[in-house]
């Protein structure tokens, strides 16, 4: 069976927006804890749209006034962005992984972080190089996961 979706593509709405970069997202909000007054003023106006639209922010969900706010793991302050210390203690205290599903959880952690840490691409890659084979080599691992954790 084969279905003719043309027809329904050309009714769906196109994405206007295409989904922002979370580097992006970031470097904007850190522009926005600078000045509160014009913050504000774009606060009423977004709150006011989506009153019209009969939509509403979840009050817990929100943080109004704040000098940081966090974010996706990181937090934002008025002179710039920063890895969330708790993520950096999850990071830190995760177990040596005894497998390669638990070591692309940790690179997959890690890696979310790699803007912050210098050199991150050399210190995984023999950690990376474990992934293309059999996982061997505990106390070669043991070793690449402490250097990565200091």
Request: net charge positive.
């Amino acid at each position: 069976m084969c279905v003719d979706y043309r027809a329904l593509n050309k009714e769906t709405i196109k994405d206007k927006y295409p989904i922002p970069n979370i580097d992006e997202l970031l470097d904007e909000l850190h522009g926005s804890v600078q000045n509160l007054k014009r913050t504000s003023k774009a606060l009423k106006a977004v709150l006011g749209v989506l009153q019209h639209q009969k939509l509403y922010a979840k009050l817990s969900k929100c943080a109004f006034g704040s000098l940081e706010v966090e974010y996706l793991g990181h937090l934002i302050f008025e002179d710039g962005v920063k890895t969330d210390p708790t993520k950096i203690e999850a990071m830190t205290s995760w177990p040596i992984p005894k497998n390669s599903k638990a070591l692309r959880g940790f690179l997959g952690l890690t890696g979310y972080y790699r803007k912050f840490v210098q050199g991150y691409g050399g210190v995984v890659a023999p950690l990376t190089a474990l992934l293309r084979k059999e996982f061997v080599g505990m106390k070669r691992l043991k070793k690449l996961s402490k250097d990565l954790r200091t």
